[in-house]
Structures are given as C-alpha cells and as structure tokens.
C-alpha cells in the first residue's frame, strides 16, 4: 500500500470516519450527569480537537493543504495535551487513595499518551526530537502492557478487575489515541531504518510533493509551475523515444 497513490487515499478516508464518529458523538450521544474523573467540558473539549485534527489530516492525505494548517494543529493539539494531562493527574492523585499499582499502571499508560502528542506537536518543527519522544512514548506503552500483564487484576473500592477492563472503561479517547500513534510512529520508525517505504502521493514524483507543501507556506507558485513544465517536457521528450 505505501508504494501506491491508494495508500494515502485510505488513510484519508480513514480520518473522514474519525471526524464522523466524534462529530456523531458530540452532537447526537446523551450523556449522564458528569463524572468528576471526566467532566463535560472535557470531553466535548477532548472530542473536538480530536475532530479539527482529523480533518486536518483528511485534507493533508488528499493533498489539500492550507496555509494555516500547520496553526491549527499545533493548537488544537495543544489543547489535547493540557486537557489529557490535566486527567492523568486528576486520575493519578485519586489511584494514590486506592491502589499503588494503579497509580503504576496509570502513570505508564498516560504517560505513552500524552508523550504521543508531544512527539506530534514536536515534529510539526523539531522531527528529530520527535523521533526520541517517540521511542520514549514505545517504551511507556511497553512497559504499560507488560505491567499489565503482569499484574493482570487489580482490588479497587472492593471490587476486583482486570487492568485491561479498568482502561476499557475509561470515558475518554486515550486508547483511540494510544493505537492510532502506535501504528504511525512504528510505521514511521521502520521507513527510517529502510524497512519499509515511504507512503506514495499519486502519480506525480514524490519531490512534488514537497514543492507543494514549500508552495503553500511560502505563498509562492513560481518553482511549482516550474516543475510542472520541466515534467510536462521530461515527458514529452521521452513519449517520442
């Protein structure tokens, strides 16, 4: 799939059904009355931003990028993280009161989250430290699953559960989150270690591309049309042969 023009048009269709889904969600789901681990205001602040960055991405797939895109996520990912962290310490302070463990298990978990995000947020300017933060963000979520493994049911407020059944039940979409950058950074991390090939834009060279993104943010069409008349001429050129 990363070699074809498809590969990208998937993904694309892929986060039109993420932004659905959260749309649906905010607009037709009937809620109870708030939860104090998960108040309305974060989760409708939490279902929103993760709507804007779907749709971000939906454009950024089908080539349909905006000048202020960039902006955008940066922001509404910044969001994400203030409102995650603040749940993950709210979470937190609670566990201390019930189980040592879950304060474990939660800090490890939250922790590959919200690290996640900041591995996004840094790679919009810094993708090298992005990277790092990516690893650190594998190693939270390795080290979660292996605890949980491990300690497999936890005793809370007398009642005895699974850990995996304690995180399914979690109101928020930090699981969708955790998967969804699990598979993106080790799809990422096997193309720079030359396992596997970089995802493929269509049928234009993959520099197009990058000309595109340079075009948009720069605001200049000049080294675009100048492509384009080059590759119309490359082709012409070689059509005749």
Same mark, same amino acid.
């Given at each position: ?32 009355? +708030? +939860? !104090? ?89 810094? !993708? ?68 596997? !090939? ?14 595109? *993104? ?5 605001? +200049?069409? %000049?080294?675009?049309? *100048?492509?384009? *008349? ?9 059509? %005749?042969?």
């Amino acid at each position: 799939m990363a070699q074809n023009a498809y590969g990208l048009r998937i993904c694309g269709v892929a986060c039109l059904g993420f932004a659905l889904t959260f749309l649906h969600e905010i607009f037709f789901t009937t809620r109870a009355a +708030d +939860d !104090p681990l998960f108040p309305s205001w974060i989760v409708y602040g939490e279902l929103i931003s993760l709507t804007v960055i779907a749709l971000v991405f939906l454009l950024k797939n089908f080539s349909l990028d905006f000048p202020f895109s960039s902006l955008i996520l940066i922001l509404t990912l910044t969001v994400l993280f203030s409102l995650l962290s603040y749940q993950a310490l709210l979470q937190i302070q609670m566990a201390r009161l019930k189980h040592a463990k879950l304060v474990t298990v939660l800090a490890l978990y939250y922790g590959a989250v919200i690290v996640f995000i900041l591995s996004v947020l840094t790679g919009i300017m810094l !993708p090298d430290a992005s990277n790092l933060l990516a690893i650190l963000a594998m190693t939270f979520t390795a080290g979660f699953i292996v605890f949980a493994l491990v300690a497999r049911r936890l005793s809370i407020d007398g009642e005895t559960i699974s850990v995996w059944h304690y995180f399914r039940q979690l109101k928020n979409k930090s699981a969708i989150l955790l998967i969804t950058c699990l598979l993106i950074y080790s799809y990422n991390l096997l193309y720079v270690a030359g396992t596997l !090939p970089p995802l493929y834009h269509g049928t234009l060279p993959n520099g197009y591309q990058h000309l595109v *993104e340079r075009s948009i943010k720069s605001n +200049d069409q %000049k080294k675009l049309r *100048e492509f384009m *008349e080059r590759y119309e001429a490359f082709l012409q050129r070689h059509a %005749k042969n």
